[in-house]
């Protein structure tokens, strides 16, 4: 099945999975790989000359994290959760993957799903390039450049990423069964396990529970608790 203009076949799936195509709603998106490369010199802090530190600002703002390396550790499992769905929920689809090229995928650092990502032209890839899209495309960069400017551990930054794998393949999962899709359950599950055998991924999510092994650090905000998968039984340090 070709990839249609609109990736339409993304949209019942709910909104981490589409994709907006065509031309931003508005001039001056930046790319995600503007995200992935620090400025050459302090830049003013707005979305254009430095949108990673833009998003983890209005993280902060929004959640009262009271140390960056939380906020980059949520902001980073929100983007990686978007980049696997839109990849996953095509593959599985259309067996085919969009073309999510860094140079070519613009983002709204001050937005939220659907309206964050944005693709000026829609070019298919083949459904097995998860790994090179996503991964090394978009994950390796994005966790060199959060590590680098904010000390958050590259074992928790995969953990992030293996939990967002995880949880796209559940909500493909609970669709495929609604819409009486089982095929496409069964080849979102099949690409996956194919992922999670890369050692930057492997043993990041228990298989059998879904649980993963390191923690996102979401315990730390002010009233924040456990999310469902995390690797804890009870908050560290409460009884």
């Known amino acids: 099945m070709d990839l249609d203009p609109e990736l339409a076949a993304l949209r019942p799936l709910g909104g981490f999975f589409v994709l907006r195509t065509g031309v931003p709603p508005r001039a001056g998106l930046p790319t995600l790989e503007r ?15 430095d949108p990673l530190a833009f998003r983890l600002r209005k993280v902060v703002r929004a959640l009262g994290a009271p140390e960056d390396r939380i906020a980059a550790s949520l902001a980073h499992q929100g983007l990686a959760a978007r980049l696997w769905s839109v990849a ?6 259309y067996g085919r993957v969009p073309d999510l090229d860094p140079r070519l995928l613009r983002w709204d650092p001050d937005g939220s799903a659907p309206d964050d990502l944005w ?5 298919a890839l083949p459904g097995d390039s998860l790994d090179a899209v996503v991964r090394e495309g978009h994950l390796v960069p994005l ?7 904010h000390g958050v551990s590259a074992r ?12 796209s393949v559940r909500m ?3 669709w495929a069964r609604t819409a009486g899709r089982t095929d496409v359950a069964e080849r979102a599950r099949t690409l996956a396990a194919g992922l999670f055998a890369h050692p930057d991924l492997v043993r990041t999510v228990e ?4 649980r993963r092994r390191t923690c996102c650090l ?9 999310c469902g998968d995390c690797c804890f039984d009870r908050p560290p340090g409460r009884r």
């Open 35 to 49: 995200a992935y490369v620090p400025p050459v010199r302090p830049a003013p802090l707005d979305a254009s000359a």
């Open 88 to 93: 996953l929920g095509a593959a599985a689809l």
């Open 119 to 123: 693709l000026g032209e829609v070019r």
């Open 143 to 149: 966790a060199t450049a959060l590590s680098g400017r």
């Open 156 to 167: 928790l930054l995969w953990g992030n990423a293996g939990a967002a794998l995880a949880s």
């Open 172 to 174: 493909i999962d609970r």
């Open 207 to 210: 298989p059998a529970t879904g």
């Open 218 to 226: 979401y315990y730390r905000l002010p009233g924040g608790g456990l």
